[in-house]
Nanobody
Framework: QFQPVESGGGLVQVGESLRLSCTAP????????MAWFRQVDGKEREFVAS????????YYDDSVKGRFTISRDNPQNMMYLQMNNLGPEDAAIYFC?????????????WGQGTRVTVSP
């Protein structure tokens, strides 16, 4: 089964950068559109960014456009989220998702999440 695993979360200060990574073992990684979502405690999970299977198309929520960049390296079974100029509003648990539609933002497989904390 396709099982994404996130890493790279941590504590940063306002204005700093962080790169999240997502991997999933197996030969199917390059078949799937993938995405990043985030969830603040007590709130619903929200879309951050998505990328199609070959990396040619990317989509972003307006709140992160110009600050976050989603990318992938299919031969390495890796997907990334480069986050720049982080603010308190970006603090959340970030989830990697795959096996769905990058445009529709619907995905079947989810990781356990990695926490990003942004301090003043």
């Amino acid at each position: 089964q396709f099982q994404p695993v996130e890493s790279g979360g941590g504590l940063v200060q306002v204005g700093e950068s962080l790169r999240l990574s997502c991997t999933a073992p197996g030969p199917t990684f390059g078949w799937y559109d993938m995405a990043w979502f985030r969830q603040v405690d007590g709130k619903e999970r929200e879309f951050v960014a998505s990328i199609n299977s070959d990396g040619a198309r990317t989509y972003y929520d307006d709140s992160v456009k110009g600050r976050f960049t989603i990318s992938r390296d299919n031969p390495q079974n890796m997907m990334y989220l480069q986050m720049n100029n982080l603010g308190p509003e970006d603090a959340a648990i970030y989830f990697c998702a795959g096996g769905g539609d990058a445009l529709k933002r619907e995905f079947a497989y989810w990781g356990q999440g990695t926490r990003v904390t942004v301090s003043p």
